[in-house]
């Protein structure tokens, strides 16, 4: 047999050995593992992810359990419109007045308070409103408005956004469309950037600004007003108005999530690397609620 | 600029220690987007050639809409999925809402439109009477449309290369269909997004440059056998 | 097999475009081993032929018959286009070495690899390009390329060959090497063969057939002698390098010849005419000699005129002059003569030409 022919024959030969392992590669079964029962998907806010508490949560919940978690980190606005859709098995959020609408509704059952920390009002470290110190949420957003110095709102319906619209209606302030008060749209991270960027005010969570703080030019200025109190809920969603919902799933993350050993951990969370917790657990901070 | 630094030099920590993390997610996003790409490169192929191949009226109009196609917005893709996927959904029985599948699914209708649209351009492109010797050689329609394809085929590895680059780079609609779950969905450019969120800014870049040197391999690959083929 | 049926006839074919007729073949039998040339000017229906012959183009009507039997009905299109080969202008190869394709229209049939390899190997060699065998197609020269298109024709032992115009696009010397070696090639392998061109010197080598196109039909076909020498109508005539001709009637016979009356000058010319009939002659310039009046020694020539030289073109080797005799007159004339009789346009020279030497068309 001619050389030349022999050639073409070893290369057609690799050429299809090629093929085969590439293919065995993309089709192999692992990338096709669907949804069973044994998944819940939980939505909750970008911040709880950001911080890292569900990386340390979720797995040890997955080993206890078998349950397979899927994290779905969006916006508590977002994350509450999944579960009015029935998209979610269990939500994980900070938006007291969207839960109770959520509740209302018959869409949540089981509604359960699972930690919470405070908001706080940062700004440029020169604080042209003069708001340090300032306990009174309203007294501080009131300055910054007749100040017109520059808030940052996020604008996205989040948490972090509901509580903020609740201070400004408190004290009858319509701010939008005023020149000193820009929305952001954006989550509370970029906001926390934009408004380091743009020598603003904003309201944030504690986790996210500890988070972000080396890379910030923002300082606290004002904190402890109860009115800023940012709790965190677990809500299962209704499995019988939703009858996709893992509700067996749903119930034991938050039984979970409830547990002595998660509250421990959350209890402790960040102390290491923020120097202080970054949330309490519902124990302690119920006297402080008790009015 | 101290940053950019500061991420390079992560990158390559995280390679040369082989971070099993990284790992995961780099090896996922090269599947989820080689198999979406390889799903495209069915549809689009056959599809293409036999709009490029058929007279049919509205010609026009569907190929203009096939390289309209070709810009689609990936977050738009991933919201359309996204809705019909849901449990609630028109697909939701296929409940694969949040995995991979899902992932490939709208990444494929990313790239599928790329490919078709450089499809019909690579075949329109050959001469009119190529297919007349073609015939003329004693082939049959089937033969025909596969020799037809494999003279197109360097127009068409190029085709290979953007549908892999739109999807592989690609974030909104993988992170809205896949949702980012670590270890399972979490790939190369949802990570970055995340990290970036986080504050972590380093990692979100060792993650871009592990995400660019993926597509450079991916790309040089691919260059290497068409340069190959081209001097044939 | 009947040995009396022609290998390929077609019947009545026709091939309409959006109501324009592209071709009309009332019928058209082609021998086994026979080489037909079809010439004619660009459109006048060569190509559309050929693609309606090998059903790349779908007539309109009529039916097209191999060995007898009907194509479509007793033989399928795709049995019918594997017995045939077709050779385009532009070479058309695909992107891959000499070799492949080559190999291409057996790898369509299926053929094992041995026997590939086998013919292509004997084509190369046939056409001179084995040394050219792992060279990627697009680095040919024209001419090595139309030699791979041809062995890729040759390849795959066609029962008829179709070549349209395949060396159109070459330069002269490449033509004319690729074509002494087809010549040898048809010669060996005994090809039926189907030939378009526009070079009339290209057909009457070739071919054992000619057949003159027009507008979609044949205006005439027969062997290449017959053709050039006897054209039927004018067309084929002008078609064939006829520069002058002439319409005229029929005055007197004279035994085997006649005279004709042209604008009041008489033309003897040989033929079967009868009296008052409408004729054209056609004289071709090469037949027309010139020389300065007064005309001094005898000719055989019996047809002679003064003529006023009204334009000279120069044509290469030779000078084409324009003459007003009465009629217009063509004649050509080499440049040494050119300055022995000091032609120049305006002076007056005698023009004369033999009897036998005028083409006589009979006008219907």
């Given at each position: 047999?001619?050389?030349?022919l022999?050639q ?7 050429r ?15 990338t096709?593992v669907s ?6 998907i ?6 709880l ?12 919940f997955?080993r206890r ?9 969006v ?12 998209e979610?098995?269990v939500?994980?959020?900070?938006s007291?007045e969207d ?6 509704e ?5 509604r359960?308070?699972v930690?919470?920390?405070?908001f706080m009002?940062v ?7 003069n708001i ?8 501080a957003f009131r300055?910054?408005?007749l100040s017109?110095?520059?808030?940052l ?5 989040s948490?972090?956004?509901?509580k903020e ?11 939008e469309?005023?020149?000193w008060?820009?929305?952001t749209?954006l989550?509370?991270?970029?906001t ?9 005010y904003?309201?944030?969570d ?8 080396k890379?910030l030019?923002?300082?606290v ?6 009115l800023?109190l940012?709790?965190y809920?677990?809500i299962?969603?209704?499995?019988i ?7 067996a799933?749903?119930?034991?993350f938050s ?12 209890k ?10 970054l949330?309490?657990d ?6 402080i609620l008790?009015? | 600029?101290?940053?950019?630094f500061?991420g ?8 040369v ?14 599947r ?13 192929i056959?599809?293409?050639t036999l ?7 509205g010609k026009?109009?569907?190929?203009s809409?096939v ?7 990936p ?12 449990r ?23 790239a ?9 351009a690579a075949?329109?492109q ?7 010797q073609?015939l003329a ?5 089937v033969q025909m ?6 003279e197109?085929r ?12 739109g ?7 993988s992170i809205m269909?896949?949702g ?12 970055t997004?995340m ?6 800014f ?5 993650l ?8 450079y391999?991916?790309?040089l ?12 | 097999m009947?040995?009396?049926l022609?290998?390929l ?6 091939v ?5 007729l592209?071709?009309d073949i009332p019928s ?10 079809l ?17 790349l183009?779908t007539?309109f ?6 060995n ?25 190869l695909f ?13 369509i049939r ?5 026997e590939?390899h ?15 065998r792992n ?5 040919l020269?024209g001419g090595?390329a ?6 890729r024709?040759f ?7 179709f070549?349209d115009?395949?060396f ?5 010397p490449?033509?004319d ?5 087809l ?8 090809t039926?063969?189907?030939?378009a061109t526009h ?9 054992d057939r ?9 205006e ?6 017959e ?8 067309f084929?005539?002008?078609f064939l390098?006829i520069e ?6 029929v005055?007197?016979k ?5 005279v004709?009356?042209?604008?009041g000058?008489?033309i ?11 004729v054209?002659?056609?004289?071709r ?8 009046s007064?005309l001094?020694e ?6 002679v ?12 080797p ?5 003459l ?5 007159l063509?004649?050509y004339i080499?440049h ?5 009789l000091?032609?120049?346009?305006g002076?007056e020279?005698?023009?004369?030409f033999?009897?036998?030497a005028?083409?006589?068309?009979k006008k219907?």
């Amino acid at each position: 047999m001619p050389n030349s022919l022999r050639q073409t024959k070893k290369r057609v030969c690799w050429r299809w050995i090629g093929a085969f392992c590439f293919l065995m590669f993309f089709l192999s079964p692992s990338t096709f593992v669907s949804a069973d029962q044994r998944s819940v998907i939980l939505a909750t806010t970008t911040s709880l992810q950001d911080c890292g508490l569900l990386d340390l949560l979720i797995p040890i919940f997955q080993r206890r359990t078998g349950y397979f978690v899927k994290t779905i980190a969006v916006g508590s606005g977002q994350a509450i419109a999944m579960g009015r859709k029935g998209e979610a098995d269990v939500l994980l959020v900070h938006s007291p007045e969207d839960e109770n609408q959520l509740m209302r509704e018959g869409n949540g059952v089981n509604r359960r308070r699972v930690m919470e920390n405070d908001f706080m009002i940062v700004g440029p470290m020169e604080d042209p409103a003069n708001i340090q110190g300032m306990r009174s949420a309203r007294d501080a957003f009131r300055k910054i408005a007749l100040s017109s110095w520059l808030f940052l709102s996020r604008g996205d319906h989040s948490g972090t956004h509901a509580k903020e619209k609740m201070v400004w209606s408190l004290l009858r302030i319509n701010p939008e469309g005023e020149k000193w008060y820009q929305q952001t749209g954006l989550g509370m991270g970029e906001t926390l950037n934009v408004a380091s960027e743009k020598r603003g005010y904003t309201l944030t969570d504690l986790g996210t600004y500890l988070a972000l703080k080396k890379n910030l030019r923002l300082k606290v200025l004002a904190q402890g007003d109860p009115l800023l109190l940012n709790p965190y809920h677990v809500i299962e969603i209704n499995p019988i108005k939703w009858r996709k919902v893992n509700a067996a799933g749903s119930r034991a993350f938050s039984e979970f999530l409830l547990s002595k050993d998660a509250q421990e951990i959350i209890k402790t969370f960040g102390a290491n690397r923020f120097g202080s917790p970054l949330f309490t657990d519902t124990g302690k901070k119920r006297e402080i609620l008790g009015r | 600029m101290d940053l950019i630094f500061q991420g390079i030099k992560k990158a390559f920590y995280l390679l040369v220690t082989f971070d099993p993390e990284v790992m995961g997610i780099t090896l996922l996003s090269l599947r989820v987007s080689g198999t979406a790409t390889l799903i495209s490169l069915l549809l689009g192929i056959s599809t293409g050639t036999l709009i490029a191949l058929t007279q049919f009226p509205g010609k026009r109009f569907v190929v203009s809409l096939v390289n309209t196609g070709m810009g689609l917005p990936p977050v738009v893709v991933g919201l359309l999925v996204t809705i019909f996927l849901w449990r609630n959904g028109p697909l939701g029985f296929l409940g694969i809402l949040y995995t991979p599948m899902a992932m490939i699914l709208a990444q494929a209708v990313i790239a599928t439109p790329i490919i078709m649209g450089i499809t019909v351009a690579a075949i329109q492109q050959l001469p009119n009477k190529l297919r007349l010797q073609i015939l003329a050689l004693g082939a049959t329609r089937v033969q025909m449309v596969w020799i037809l394809i494999k003279e197109a085929r360097l127009p068409l590895l190029a085709g290979v290369m953007a549908g892999f680059g739109g999807v592989v780079s690609e974030v909104g609609a993988s992170i809205m269909v896949g949702g980012n779950i670590k270890g399972y969905t979490r790939v190369l450019t949802t990570a970055t997004v995340m990290e970036t969120s986080r504050g972590n800014f380093d990692v979100a870049i060792a993650l871009g440059v592990i995400l660019l040197m993926l597509a450079y391999t991916v790309n040089l690959i691919l260059t290497t056998i068409q340069q190959k083929e081209k001097n044939r | 097999m009947n040995p009396t049926l022609p290998i390929l006839e077609a019947n009545h074919l026709r091939v309409e475009r959006e109501g324009t007729l592209l071709l009309d073949i009332p019928s058209l039998k082609i021998e086994k081993g026979e080489t037909l040339a079809l010439i004619g000017p660009n459109g006048a229906g060569k190509t559309t032929l050929l693609q309606t012959f090998s059903l790349l183009i779908t007539p309109f009507q009529g039916a097209l018959f191999f060995n007898g039997k009907r194509v479509g009905t007793e033989l399928s299109v795709l049995e019918y286009r594997r017995k045939l080969a077709m050779v385009f202008q532009e070479p058309l190869l695909f992107q891959t070495d000499v070799f492949n394709n080559v190999a291409s229209g057996l790898k369509i049939r299926g053929i094992k690899k041995n026997e590939i390899h086998e013919r292509v190997m004997e084509q190369l060699e046939r056409f001179g390009i084995s040394h050219l065998r792992n060279r990627s197609a697009r680095t040919l020269s024209g001419g090595e390329a139309q030699r791979t298109n041809l062995a890729r024709a040759f390849a795959i032992q066609p029962e008829f060959l179709f070549l349209d115009e395949p060396f159109a696009s070459l330069d002269p010397p490449t033509r004319d090497s690729l074509l002494v070696d087809l010549e040898s090639v048809l010669s060996h392998t005994k090809t039926t063969t189907l030939f378009a061109t526009h070079e009339r010197l290209e057909a009457v080598r070739l071919s054992d057939r000619v057949a003159v196109m027009n507008r979609g039909r044949i205006e005439q076909m027969g062997p290449p002698e017959e053709v050039m020498n006897d054209p039927a109508t004018e067309f084929v005539a002008s078609f064939l390098g006829i520069e002058t001709m002439l319409k005229g009637k029929v005055v007197r016979k004279e035994g085997g010849t006649f005279v004709a009356s042209i604008s009041g000058k008489e033309i003897e010319a040989i033929g079967e005419v009868d009296c008052g009939e409408a004729v054209v002659l056609c004289i071709r310039p090469e037949d027309v000699t010139l020389s300065s009046s007064p005309l001094k020694e005898k000719t055989s020539a019996r047809n002679v005129f003064t003529g006023r030289i009204l334009r000279i073109v120069p044509l290469g080797p030779y000078q084409k002059v324009h003459l007003d005799c009465g009629f217009p007159l063509v004649a050509y004339i080499t440049h040494p003569s050119q300055k022995t009789l000091s032609l120049t346009e305006g002076i007056e020279v005698k023009a004369s030409f033999k009897a036998t030497a005028v083409r006589v068309i009979k006008k219907g």
